[in-house]
């Protein structure tokens, strides 16, 4: 090959229209094994929840994509599709989803097509990947998310994994290095900026540890965000464009809690595609329309369109066609006014112990709870409500059905002291109507949070009234506990357990 012809091979390949040659230094290599061996380990150890084939299918797609492109657009060529497979198995590792076997072509079409669409001077801007979960999470109607951690084996060790073979490996290789320290340093500020913000409503520990221990954290900082193709290469730029990502996530976190670290990188990826080319605008003008809107443009935009098109419906009406149910009923709401059943907020979260203030809320709200029974033989199902956050009067509360959708207060004298001293008493978490002495009445069975499992018999068959007296020491049920639900089984069939 003359030099003429080997520079002008060389400028072919940066821009992506002749397929590179793979060698051992190219630092795809090992981010392709890593997470090969992560996907392995899922399918085998860590307990995914998808199969081999879910994961198999995406990788092809994205790599039969990738190739079919190239051919089309880059001069008929035939590409190794490395990178393809690499942006296409993050996708299957970094998305959740439901279980079927065509969901993740979505993700892995505005993946793949992002490259050859969405360019400049011939090179993508965004990163495959990134695009292809930002499209699943805003284009995916709810039925995608970012990974659970469960998924990543529940421990700090995958994490460890991750980012000590990505040190060893290929990050030297691709000459990052202040990027990602940059950006793991305003991170760590962010996330205790963010602590003491939260600190009543989320302990400060599982922020800060729950985010640094992530292995999905650090697969965005050491592969994604430091994608060689379309991250900054000197330096002073990688420290700002870190600075940046953070500062645009902290605005992100000021109004959704979930995926805000990929849409921070797309938004900026997004500014920087539109001010490359405004810029090109400005400079050129003339000669950017010419190079830039061609025909071979406007066939490209068209043919991505009609293939957009064409999946979706292929989709909708073929493979996963939507059923219409149209129901013989519907639900409609009911004022407190008409029904008679009403509540207001307490203030039970500034009387715990300080120490725990910040969780409270947590713990407190799981008491939220309706048992349903006919506590007063009338042939209606009357409600019994326990809500731990309201107010004393309202924390236990027994409403009788009088028919149409209205409800009586009843008031309860055996649980007047038990509403209004939780620091003494504990709070109800959970209630059952059970008729547990066969009396032919629905007694209430409490279940306490921080106190004594309460029994309150209903007199009903003895005095006539449905009225409640509580028998806790007589059943022998008086013990400490912290419980929000019981389950109450009838003598013969605890008889028939133990037997078996």
């Not at 490395?82 to 942006?87: D, G, T, V």
């Not at 959708?405 to 109800?428: C, M, N, T, W």
């Not at 629905?442 to 306490?448: D, G, T, V």
Request: proline content about 5%.
């Amino acid at each position: 090959m003359t030099t003429g012809a080997a520079v002008l091979s060389l400028e072919r390949q940066k821009l992506g229209l002749e397929p590179t040659a793979i060698n051992r230094t190219d630092p795809r290599l090992p981010f392709a094994t890593i997470l090969t061996i992560y996907a392995v380990l899922g399918c085998t150890w860590f307990g995914f929840n998808r199969n081999p084939i879910q994961i198999l299918l995406t990788v092809t797609a994205g790599c039969l994509m990738d190739m079919a492109f190239h051919w089309l657009f880059r001069g008929r060529g035939l590409l190794v599709p490395l990178s393809a497979y690499i942006s296409s198995l993050s996708i299957a590792l970094l998305l959740n989803y439901s279980h079927n076997y065509y969901l993740l072509f979505l993700p892995v079409f505005f993946c793949i097509g992002s490259k050859y669409l969405l360019t400049f001077e011939g090179r993508h801007v965004f990163n495959p990947s990134l695009f292809g979960v930002v499209a699943a999470l805003v284009l995916g109607g709810g039925l995608f998310s970012p990974s659970p951690a469960y998924q990543w084996g529940g421990t700090i060790l995958v994490a460890a994994f991750i980012v000590t073979a990505a040190l060893a490996l290929f990050v030297y290789r691709i000459q990052r290095e202040a990027l990602i320290a940059s950006f793991l340093f305003f991170y760590c500020l962010q996330i205790l900026l963010r602590a003491y913000v939260t600190r009543y409503h989320l302990p400060p520990e599982v922020l800060v540890l729950g985010t640094l221990s992530a292995p999905s954290f650090y697969l965005f900082t050491f592969y994604m965000m430091t994608d060689p193709k379309t991250s900054l290469p000197r330096p002073r730029q990688q420290l700002l464009w870190a600075l940046a990502i953070v500062l645009v996530d902290l605005w992100f976190h000021t109004r959704q809690s979930l995926y805000t670290l990929f849409f921070a990188l797309f938004t900026l990826s997004s500014g920087r595609f539109l001010w490359l080319h405004a810029r090109a605008l400005v400079r050129q003008r003339s000669f950017y329309f010419h190079t830039t809107f061609t025909t071979a443009t406007a066939v490209r935009v068209a043919f991505f369109f009609a293939l957009g098109v064409g999946g979706y419906f292929a989709y909708a009406r073929l493979i996963h066609p939507r059923v219409k149910v149209h129901p013989d009923f519907h639900f409609q709401s009911i004022s407190p006014a008409e029904s008679g059943i009403d509540s207001r907020l307490g203030s039970v979260l500034n009387e715990v112990d300080p120490r725990v203030q910040h969780i409270a809320k947590w713990v407190l709200s799981v008491g939220d709870a309706i048992a349903v029974g006919d506590y007063d033989n009338d042939g209606l199902q009357d409600i019994f409500l326990t809500n731990p956050m309201k107010r004393p009067e309202d924390r236990n509360a027994l409403y009788r059905n009088l028919g149409s959708f209205h409800f009586q207060r009843v008031e309860i004298p055996a649980l007047r002291e038990i509403s209004l001293h939780p620091d003494k008493y504990g709070l109800v978490g959970g209630a059952l109507f059970v008729d547990y002495d066969n009396s032919g009445a629905q007694s209430l069975l409490l279940a306490m949070a921080y106190g004594k499992t309460r029994l309150l018999k209903n007199m009903l068959p003895v005095t006539g009234k449905p009225e409640f007296v509580d028998v806790t020491e007589q059943s022998g049920i008086d013990e400490y506990t912290i419980s929000v639900a019981a389950t109450v089984l009838p003598q013969l069939e605890m008889e028939r357990a133990f037997l078996r």
